[in-house]
């Protein structure tokens, strides 16, 4: 059964720094890419910010946390964290994992990020 749970979020400061990290499950970690996506407050979507290669190499980031964000990928420990540096008010958000295995998509549950003096 494939779980992804995330976690790590909480409010904070702008300018701060948290680290979100996404615990896997069900699957080989090693095998497929995983990423960070957020739905920000009154949004629909789901915007995709972050994804890293199934064996780590590659990393994608969308332009608006490029700089700022660093995503990790930890086979031992089954891990996939979201290092988020220089935080911005329009950073406040749910952040949710996701896979996209070739036999179904699966997400996480969420975790909230709210920055905020």
């Known amino acids: 059964q494939v779980q992804l749970v995330e976690s790590g979020g909480t409010l904070v400061q702008p300018g701060g720094s948290l680290r979100l990290s996404c615990r896997a499950s069900g699957f080989n970690l090693e095998g497929y890419s995983v990423g960070w996506f957020r739905q920000a407050p009154g949004q629909e979507e789901h915007e995709g910010i972050s994804?890293?290669?199934?064996?780590?190499?590659?990393?994608y980031y969308v332009d608006s946390v490029k700089g700022r964000f660093n995503i990790s990928k930890d086979t031992s420990k089954r891990t996939v964290d979201l290092q988020m540096n220089s935080l911005e008010i329009e950073d406040t958000a749910v952040y949710y994992c996701?896979?996209?295995?070739?036999?179904?998509?699966?997400w996480g549950q969420g975790t909230q990020v709210t920055v905020s003096s």
């Open positions: 994804s890293i290669s199934s064996n780590g190499e590659s990393k």
């Open positions: 996701n896979a996209y295995l070739p036999w179904a998509e699966y």
